[in-house]
């Protein structure tokens, strides 16, 4: 056990999904997991593990923002042993050809800082996806036929952000689509030596102001679910 995830040891698989919301992760477990077993409660951060097609999967929320990612993506690898993790969320997009229900795949995260920003220093380290992954992930993408897009996102550090000039930068570079988690999780990933990947629903278009409707949000992110649990495990 950890400060915050109180697994035993050998309860967490080598994969791990990675949504932000806990109830996310019970949603993800229960329906696409056979023999989902919840693992961990601590601070109402739940965490499952289960098979999907005879793999060993788990799905752990991380929390809300690149602080919080951080601290459950460390004590998942260094602790638990998780060699693969997937965040699996929803972002806003920032592209006219990107639309609602869409999937991002990530292969970049730009941020303006994460929790490894003091590691870094005054250097600009472009976190990356793993490669493998990402290659992975598109053809499982491609063959459920959903409306897919490869690059790079914005990883904000705030919610309520108050720089309309920064969005526009992002856009005006070619960034599809803003979140809160994902560069972290790169950082991490690439500093432990282990794969990351960020697999992402457009809710929401910070251009046009279109939104999905909560009531709708959960069944639409179900391809993205399957769509990492493919890149996971492409021989399943």
Same mark, same amino acid.
């Given at each position: #056990?950890?400060?915050?995830?109180?697994?035993?040891?050998?309860?967490?698989?080598?994969?791990?999904?990675?949504?932000? *919301?806990?109830?996310?992760?019970?949603?993800?477990?229960?329906?696409?997991?056979?023999?989902?077993?919840?693992?961990? *409660?601590?601070?109402?951060?739940?965490?499952?593990?289960?098979?999907?097609?005879?793999? !060993?999967?788990?799905?752990?929320?991380?929390? #809300?923002?690149?602080?919080?990612? /951080?601290?459950?993506?460390?004590?998942?690898?260094?602790?638990?042993?998780?060699?693969?993790?997937? !965040?699996?969320?929803?972002?806003?997009?920032? @592209?006219?050809?990107?639309?609602?229900? *869409?999937?991002?795949?990530? #292969?970049?995260?730009? =941020?303006?800082?994460?929790?490894?920003?003091?590691?870094?220093?005054?250097?600009?380290?472009?976190?990356? &996806?793993?490669?493998?992954?990402?290659?992975?992930?598109? =053809?499982?993408?491609?063959? !459920?036929?959903?409306?897919?897009?490869?690059?790079?996102?914005?990883?904000?550090?705030?919610?309520?952000?108050?720089?309309?000039? +920064?969005?526009?930068? %992002?856009?005006?570079?070619?960034?599809?689509?803003?979140? #809160?988690?994902?560069?972290?999780?790169?950082?991490?990933?690439?500093?432990?030596?282990?794969?990351?990947?960020?697999?992402?629903?457009?809710? *929401?278009? +910070? +251009?046009?102001?279109?939104?999905?409707? /909560?009531? @709708?949000? @959960?069944?639409?992110?179900?391809? %993205?679910?399957?769509? &990492?649990?493919?890149?996971?495990?492409?021989?399943?």
């Amino acid at each position: #056990m950890t400060i915050h995830i109180g697994a035993e040891p050998g309860e967490i698989a080598e994969t791990v999904l990675m949504p932000g *919301d806990p109830l996310r992760a019970k949603w993800a477990a229960e329906t696409f997991l056979s023999e989902a077993r919840l693992v961990n *409660d601590v601070r109402g951060m739940l965490g499952y593990t289960g098979l999907w097609r005879g793999h !060993r999967v788990s799905i752990h929320g991380s929390g #809300m923002g690149l602080a919080s990612l /951080s601290i459950y993506a460390n004590e998942l690898i260094r602790d638990y042993g998780a060699k693969t993790l997937i !965040r699996i969320g929803s972002c806003g997009a920032m @592209q006219a050809h990107v639309g609602i229900r *869409d999937v991002i795949i990530a #292969m970049t995260a730009t =941020t303006l800082s994460t929790p490894s920003s003091g590691i870094f220093r005054e250097l600009n380290f472009a976190p990356h &996806a793993d490669w493998s992954l990402l290659r992975a992930a598109v =053809t499982a993408a491609e063959a !459920r036929g959903v409306g897919l897009h490869v690059g790079g996102i914005y990883s904000a550090d705030v919610f309520y952000d108050e720089r309309p000039d +920064l969005n526009e930068i %992002m856009t005006r570079h070619g960034i599809l689509g803003v979140e #809160m988690e994902a560069a972290e999780l790169y950082n991490v990933a690439l500093r432990h030596k282990v794969r990351a990947l960020a697999v992402l629903t457009v809710s *929401d278009h +910070l +251009l046009t102001g279109e939104a999905l409707p /909560s009531d @709708q949000r @959960q069944t639409s992110f179900g391809d %993205m679910v399957e769509i &990492a649990l493919g890149a996971a495990f492409p021989d399943a």
